[in-house]
């Protein structure tokens, strides 16, 4: 299957497609709600060596682009090959993984490749974000807009009866149902969630559970990243946030698309999960940062998902926010998998936080984050 298949643009706008993340993350939380203080927009990149050497001497202090690596490596299922594995030389090997990486970073920067697969912005794109980011619209009007596309509408219906986002056991068999339950508010990010949510297949193989990890990555990263501008920025730059988040998740899925199709050339080398976990994090900021042109965003957008693949930590809002967010939903996601503790992982997240003096409750969002 090619990159257009794996990586197809859900056309619809799922109002509740993500109640239950959203909801879980940010009720009864506004006055809780984590902020960032623009004065740290000069510190250094937690995964590069900082110039405090005491940084790197304090274990405490997390590294989150190495951890969202260790993330993605981990998904990579070593024992799992297309076909018998050929013992090779180590050095062999390693210079065969180090061609499918330059290969990878070759196709994707090939303008042949975007026009033929970049993910086609969503038609009802533009007229979403100016009903959301409108103090005065109303849910009738948003629901009239969804309405517009029936495929969008049925779509929205069957994520929002899903046992993940279902909220109450009678179905949701309308659209101002599933607006009314959720609000004016609590649309935004949802409607941003179900823009740029991919449809995925995970299947078999070595990398056949890489597109989960990494979506479920992306979505508790941009909740995070959303929740931390709403506090001091408002409901408008959130949703900017939650869009900038979600777009560098949709770039991460594309990435790991031509990393799956090039290792599928080779089906006697089982994918080396370094290999992959570097070629996701040196592609995916410049692959999304193509889609947001592509879509025509904001130049703001395209600014924050730049900053993700610099040196030093980013200065703009958005970009900071979403390095935090991608940060604590990559040391939850290795909680989970029993990595370290539940108290070690927020131990550390509140070490980071303190040294980027990034302010929050940390221990309630946390909590939010392992569930």
């Not at 920067?109 to 038609?123: D, G, K, L, N, V």
């Not at 508010?185 to 078999?204: S, Y």
């Amino acid at each position: 299957m090619d990159a257009v298949g794996w990586v197809a643009v859900a056309g619809t706008v799922a109002v509740l497609a993500g109640i239950g993340a959203w909801w879980s993350f940010h009720a009864d939380a506004a006055d809780r709600r984590p902020t960032i203080d623009p004065a740290d927009a000069q510190d250094d990149d937690e995964d590069w060596p900082p110039t405090d050497a005491g940084d790197v001497a304090d274990p405490g202090i997390p590294r989150g682009r190495t951890l969202v690596r260790e993330l993605y490596a981990l998904a990579v299922d070593t024992k799992t090959v297309g076909a018998a594995p050929v013992a090779v030389a180590p050095e062999e090997a390693a210079s065969a993984h180090a061609a499918i990486a330059a290969a990878c970073a070759n196709l994707l920067s090939r303008t042949q490749f975007q026009a033929r697969h970049m993910p086609r912005r969503p038609y009802l794109l533009p007229k979403l974000m100016r009903a959301i980011n409108d103090p005065d619209v109303s849910l009738e009007h948003i629901a009239r807009i969804v309405s517009e596309d029936p495929a969008l509408s049925a779509n929205l219906l069957r994520i929002a009866n899903s046992p993940f986002y279902r909220i109450q056991e009678k179905p949701v068999e309308s659209l101002m149902r599933a607006a009314t339950l959720l609000g004016l508010d609590g649309l935004r990010p949802v409607i941003a969630a179900a823009l740029v949510q991919p449809v995925m297949q995970t299947g078999e193989g070595p990398l056949g559970r890489l597109p989960g990890v990494i979506w479920e990555h992306t979505q508790l990263a941009s909740d995070v990243a959303a929740g931390m501008i709403r506090g001091g920025r408002g409901q408008e730059d959130a949703f900017a946030a939650q869009m900038v988040g979600l777009l560098h998740g949709l770039g991460a899925i594309m990435v790991a698309q031509v990393l799956r199709d090039n290792y599928a050339l080779h089906p006697h080398l089982p994918p080396d999960p370094r290999t992959v976990a570097r070629v996701l994090d040196e592609q995916t900021a410049p692959m999304a940062h193509r889609i947001a042109v592509s879509w025509e965003l904001s130049e703001r957008i395209g600014t924050a998902l730049d900053a993700q693949r610099a040196d030093g930590m980013p200065a703009d809002p958005l970009g900071r926010a979403l390095r935090a967010g991608r940060l604590a939903a990559a040391l939850a996601m290795l909680a989970r998998q029993g990595k370290f503790s539940r108290d070690e992982g927020l131990a550390m997240l509140e070490a980071w936080a303190q040294h980027r003096r990034i302010h929050a409750d940390f221990a309630g969002m946390w909590e939010r984050l392992l569930v």
